[in-house]
């Protein structure tokens, strides 16, 4: 597939695929916002609890759209998403965003998980980037101070994983059930880097851009491990790592999926930052986390593990191009590799998005949702913008 193709295929998956989905079967009519679930078997589970991740993840890939297709439908989503996550899941009294509400909008678990409140700042910023809205922009800073204020340990170096509403600690800190319980991880430091970056675009405060150094140095001497090319997953107060902590992806100590997403998202916080001298020398760090990527990356089954291949690679192939053609070559087959998979396994045409992943015997995964707290239009909607932009 040319380049050529690719983009215009993927921009026919984020519109009629990706995007459908979400605009007819998602919004909640009733209480506002948008429902919560809808499983395996596309059965729309109305009464499900509403996540912050998933509304942070709506709003960003709406106001995407919005920024990229110039379509007013999706300005509309983009802004009925905008509104319920500022009225609904920011916190009036304590700042940062409840990590869950119940169906009807009123606030369920009111812990403060940084991973969340880094989507939300990721998502306000996209809008404000695509419609110049001040209040999403305002709701962003405030965020982006919250974390700061509370989440940031000046004395490690470091951010808190998760603490109560009142912002003291909490013993459980974990994204899921399958995590370590570990006070550092990197998946909440790439998400809090991820948010950053996107703020910087539109809000050139010297904060955002000390912070974001901050955080490129802690994947590179913190997170990284030279010795096997992947990025360590669970750590304590004091960085060291969590004994036995696999991934609840892969059940190993390292992340394919994360490692490639990880060696584009540090390349463009790089760019946004502006500082190529500090680029030129993280650059070997994404090589080499792509490369420890391929161990595992096209082996996996879920949905996020590819479309971050797709877009890790395609990057890979453009850092590359010049430098050694061959290689760039190498990484482009990886990328049409795993586009390939996408559209022979993971996208349904029957009901629109995509599935969980693909079981063993080569079906598709109906056990775990087809949208729903972790599974949101966001990892696969990015990779069509990318490749839309990129191409």
């Not at 890790?312 to 586009?339: C, F, M, R, T």
Request: proline share 4%.
């Amino acid at each position: 597939m040319t380049p050529f193709e690719l983009k215009h295929s993927a921009q026919e998956v984020l519109v009629n695929n990706i995007l459908r989905f979400w605009s007819e079967r998602m919004v909640d009519i009733e209480h506002g916002g948008f429902y919560g679930r809808i499983d395996g078997h596309d059965i729309l589970h109305p009464e499900a609890e509403k996540g912050a991740v998933l509304n942070a993840r709506i709003l960003w890939t709406f106001a995407a759209a919005t920024r990229i297709l110039h379509r007013m439908p999706y300005r509309i989503l983009a802004a009925r998403a905008k509104d319920y996550l500022v009225n609904r899941f920011i916190d009036p009294q304590y700042g940062g965003v409840y990590w869950s509400l119940n169906a009807d909008g009123s606030p369920l678990d009111t812990k403060k998980q940084t991973y969340a409140i880094a989507f939300a700042i990721y998502g306000l910023a996209e809008y404000h980037r695509a419609t110049q809205d001040q209040e999403a922009l305002q709701a962003a800073i405030r965020l982006f101070e919250d974390i700061e204020t509370h989440a940031f340990d000046a004395v490690n170096i470091g951010y808190i994983e998760a603490l109560t509403r009142d912002w003291q600690p909490i013993a459980d800190m974990r994204l899921s059930e399958s995590d370590e319980n570990g006070s550092r991880t990197m998946n909440t430091h790439l998400h809090v880097l991820e948010a950053y970056t996107n703020l910087y675009r539109v809000y050139k405060d010297p904060r955002v851009a000390r912070q974001l150094r901050v955080l490129i140095d802690i994947f590179v001497n913190r997170l990284y491990n030279p010795a096997n090319g992947h990025l360590g997953l669970f750590f304590d107060d004091e960085w060291k790592p969590l004994s036995g902590n696999p991934s609840p992806v892969t059940h190993h100590l390292y992340s394919p999926g994360h490692d490639i997403e990880s060696a584009w998202l540090l390349r463009e916080a790089l760019e946004v930052l502006g500082d190529q001298e500090l680029l030129q020398q993280t650059l070997p760090v994404c090589r080499s986390l792509a490369q420890a990527a391929e161990e595992g990356i096209l082996s996996e089954s879920q949905w996020w593990c590819y479309a971050e291949a797709v877009v890790g690679y395609i990057d890979q192939w453009q850092v590359l191009a010049q430098k050694d053609p061959v290689e760039a070559s190498i990484n482009y087959e990886l990328a049409e590799a795993a586009y390939d998979f996408i559209q022979s396994h993971l996208i349904d045409r029957e009901h629109g998005e995509w599935f969980w992943s693909v079981l063993p015997d080569g079906t598709p995964d109906r056990d775990n949702d087809k949208a729903g707290f972790w599974k949101c239009p966001y990892h696969n909607s990015r990779m069509c913008y990318e490749l839309i932009e990129r191409l």
